[in-house]
């Protein structure tokens, strides 16, 4: 107790606190949900108005052990950021501050390499197929990047920025998934579900039998339901701290 104690005393006046304690709490469920992969993978959160300063996590840390503290501040303005001694993985800042400095709005960005997502970014025509709750949830709120050359850090921030316009997920093709939110709820929500979605996609195409493809109308109105459906994200991601509150707390320090 007395190590949290002096803890919770240390990092009260660190800066950007409840970002830093949201964004930390995204990593560990990313991990419990196993859709994180080996020490790779970022996520980062603007800190000013025009999306410039961000925190994302330092390199080499799983994402299960990530505490707020340790979260790295950023500038997507300044390249020297990559000269300092714990600089950032180059693809973490070239790729998020690219998109952060593009789209402003993109507040928080998930970027993850998990299974389903990947599987389906893997297909010649990667399109979420509005089959059932999950899938409808994203009908026309995917941009899809069809553009994958490599691991070309410069240009893939360019190109994927581009697309980062009005949508909230970027399926990016031969790769994976990048989930861009207004807060880390709406963002981690988003995720999970698209994990979700996507498992469900795979598996009932793996069957074999014809897909039960719902019509425009009725894909066009569940997505509108899932975003009127009061404090959904709110809730969830409320439950997700309570957990690590009971079971991880180190995640706030
Ligand atoms: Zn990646």
């Not at 949201?22 to 990313?30: I, P, Q, V, Y």
């Not at 999306?51 to 299960?64: C, K």
């Not at 020297?80 to 928080?108: C, F, I, Q, Y």
């Not at 994203?138 to 240009?155: N, P, Q, S, T």
Request: charged residues 25%; glycine residues 6%; contains cysteine.
């Amino acid at each position: 107790m007395a190590v949290s104690t002096l803890a919770a005393a240390t990092h009260a006046d660190m800066d950007h606190r409840e970002a830093r304690i949201d964004l930390a709490c995204a990593f560990r469920w990313t991990a419990r949900w196993n859709m994180h992969e080996s020490v790779a993978n970022h996520f980062s959160i603007a800190v000013n108005d025009d999306g410039s300063e961000f925190l994302v996590n330092p390199r080499g840390r799983h994402f299960g052990r990530i505490s707020a503290s340790e979260l790295l501040l950023t500038n997507a303005n300044d390249p020297s950021v990559m000269e300092r001694p714990d600089a950032p993985d180059p693809s973490a800042w070239a790729l998020h501050g690219g998109v952060h400095r593009r789209v402003p709005h993109a507040r928080v960005i998930l970027h993850v390499h998990s299974k389903y997502a990947t599987a389906l970014a893997s297909l010649k025509d990667p399109t979420m197929l509005p089959i059932e709750n999950n899938t409808m949830r994203f009908y026309e709120r995917i941009a899809y990047d069809l553009g994958f050359d490599g691991m070309g850090v410069g240009d893939e921030a360019e190109r994927v920025a581009g697309l980062a316009c009005d949508k909230p997920i970027l399926l990016l093709g031969n790769h994976g998934l990048m989930v861009l939110g207004p807060d880390v709820a709406q963002a981690v929500d988003d995720l999970y579900h698209f994990e979700r979605a996507a498992e469900t996609l795979i598996t009932a195409m793996q069957t074999g039998r014809e897909l039960s493809v719902v019509s425009h109308a009725v894909a066009a109105k569940t997505a509108q339901q899932w975003q009127e459906y009061p404090d959904l994200t709110k809730n969830h991601f409320k439950a997700l701290k309570e957990i690590l509150d009971e079971e991880e707390p180190d995640y706030r320090d």
